[in-house]
């Protein structure tokens, strides 16, 4: 089994709870674990959240003003990228491509907070098995990408085999 969709959001607070309840109603129809779909669900709206908050200025133009979400669900793992035209991550925090990354996760904790701001990239590393951060090549803007394997209700219409 094998399912795929991608969005295109403006970057507005709204975007955020959509993106969400379209990857929870995909991984409740195709019948993945419920805990599973809320650990993916929450890292999308921090990544989601991330994207609309520190993309860049969206009076510079349409480009600026949206992001791309893109969910994968193949076999037994998900995987989840948010991409936007921002200015990137700094260059502490990402990998120099995303086609290239680094060997191990960049380290979220690197990444400055404080108590209002930050947390979205800690909890994303916390609910997924693997992240990776970084900034996409050419025309800049950052990637956030995170997977998990997937656990499959015993009713699951569309289990993996």
Same mark, same amino acid.
């Given at each position: 089994?094998?399912?795929?969709?991608?969005?295109?959001?403006?970057?507005?607070?709204?975007?955020?709870?959509?993106?969400?309840?379209?990857?929870?109603?995909?991984?409740?129809?195709?019948?993945?674990?419920?805990?599973?779909?809320?650990?993916?669900?929450?890292?999308?709206?921090?990544?989601? &959240? *991330? &994207?609309?908050?520190? &993309?860049?200025?969206? &009076?510079?133009?349409?480009?600026?003003?949206?992001?791309?979400?893109?969910?994968?669900?193949? %076999?037994?793992?998900?995987?989840?990228?948010?991409?936007?035209?921002?200015? %990137?991550?700094?260059?502490?925090?990402?990998?120099?491509?995303?086609?290239?990354?680094?060997?191990?996760?960049?380290?979220?904790?690197?990444?400055?907070?404080?108590?209002?701001? %930050?947390?979205?990239?800690?909890?994303?590393?916390?609910?997924?098995?693997?992240?990776?951060?970084? *900034?996409?090549? %050419?025309?800049?803007?950052?990637?956030?990408?995170?997977?998990?394997?997937?656990?499959?209700?015993?009713?699951?219409?569309?289990?993996?085999?």
């Amino acid at each position: 089994m094998s399912i795929w969709w991608s969005l295109h959001l403006r970057r507005e607070a709204a975007s955020v709870p959509l993106a969400r309840r379209l990857l929870l109603g995909t991984m409740e129809t195709a019948g993945v674990d419920p805990d599973i779909s809320y650990d993916l669900s929450l890292a999308l709206s921090e990544a989601c &959240a *991330n &994207a609309v908050e520190h &993309a860049g200025d969206t &009076a510079q133009g349409d480009s600026l003003g949206a992001y791309r979400v893109t969910a994968y669900l193949d %076999g037994e793992k998900c995987r989840i990228e948010v991409a936007d035209s921002g200015p %990137g991550f700094p260059a502490s925090t990402a990998s120099p491509t995303v086609a290239e990354p680094p060997r191990r996760p960049v380290p979220v904790a690197s990444v400055p907070y404080d108590s209002e701001h %930050g947390r979205g990239l800690s909890l994303i590393e916390e609910l997924a098995d693997h992240v990776t951060i970084g *900034n996409k090549p %050419g025309r800049g803007g950052a990637v956030v990408s995170f997977d998990k394997m997937l656990k499959w209700r015993k009713d699951a219409p569309l289990m993996a085999v």
